[in-house]
């Protein structure tokens, strides 16, 4: 989190940009029960976040593909 700073104002408030864009999570439908029974006991899919935004409305980095 960033606020905006300047002398005579003290309470300039957030001055933070967007965050990135996540990542996704695709999902592809296959023919082979052997290779879903991998997945079988795995409840959650999740994919990686994307970074922060920072200071001076600057925009975060994506997640990876």
């Known amino acids: 989190m960033s606020f905006?700073?300047?002398k005579f104002v003290p309470?300039?408030?957030?001055d933070g940009g967007d965050g990135?864009?996540?990542g996704?999570?695709?999902l592809r439908a296959v023919d082979d029960v052997y290779w879903l029974e991998t997945y079988r006991s795995k409840k959650k899919f999740k994919a990686s976040p994307g970074g922060n935004g920072?200071?001076?409305l600057r925009h975060g980095q994506s997640a990876r593909m």
């Open 4 to 6: 905006h700073r300047e």
């Open 11 to 14: 309470k300039g408030g957030p």
């Open 20 to 22: 990135g864009r996540g």
């Open 24 to 26: 996704r999570v695709i």
């Open 54 to 56: 920072g200071p001076n």
